[in-house]
């Protein structure tokens, strides 16, 4: 009787030892799967680079010429960086069912620093949405304007400068880890499977923010990249 026991018991084991090994491939594939998609996401913030930083170096010309005249012209739309979601899911889920004890110590170590990343980029667009609202009270509004508006507004194109360019940093980092274990999937942003960098660079050109910013209904910078 012990003996059979004993031999259900380890057949127990073994069978537990299996379920478990079937779930962390399926862990490992729903963390990559989510990688590779938020890497794209990543990928298209590093893509709008040149379109975020000369429409932020539109707004900041235009707010010193304000800053000495008293008037803003009449601005059109300034536009704002794409925003798409980031997908922790799977690094959730796999905290929560006991998982990633099942996958190898180093790998999980560097799964959980990726998905810090992701949170953190995540958090850090969101606050940029808000500053690049801030800057729609420009839009649409030419006359007189105070001096106490016009320095919250330099503020608020100083603060996107410096979070834009913490953004690009860290999407690189992204961007190259996710292209060393896989590929970089853009399906969040195209919303199809096989996009490719080049379907994702013409969606941004389509963008008011990669478009010349209108001031008194003439451009102001020559449309590029």
């Not at 890497?39 to 900041?60: P, Q, Y």
Request: a neutral charge.
């Amino acid at each position: 009787m012990v003996l059979g026991v004993l031999i259900a018991l380890a057949l127990g084991e073994v069978a537990s030892d299996i379920r478990w090994q079937f779930d962390a491939a399926d862990a490992r594939q729903a963390l990559v799967s989510d990688f590779e998609r938020d890497a794209g996401v990543m990928h298209e913030r590093r893509l709008a680079k040149r379109c975020i930083d000369r429409r932020l170096g539109d707004v900041e010309t235009l707010l010193k010429q304000a800053a000495r005249t008293g008037v803003l012209p009449l601005i059109g739309s300034i536009g704002r960086p794409p925003t798409r979601p980031m997908l922790t899911a799977a690094w959730d889920t796999s905290i929560s069912s006991g998982v990633l004890p099942h996958l190898p110590r180093r790998e999980v170590s560097g799964i959980s620093a990726n998905f810090d990343q992701i949170k953190e980029m995540k958090a850090e667009l969101k606050t940029q949405s808000v500053l690049w609202a801030r800057l729609a009270a420009l839009e649409n509004a030419p006359g007189p304007v105070s001096q106490e508006l016009l320095a919250t507004l330099m503020i608020t194109t100083a603060e996107l400068r410096k979070s834009s360019a913490y953004v690009d940093t860290v999407a690189g980092q992204v961007v190259a880890v996710a292209s060393d274990i896989g590929k970089l999937d853009y399906w969040l942003i195209l919303d199809r499977e096989n996009g490719t960098a080049t379907d994702v660079i013409t969606g941004l050109r389509a963008l008011p923010i990669c478009s010349p910013l209108l001031v008194d209904g003439k451009p102001v910078s020559r449309r590029r990249g």
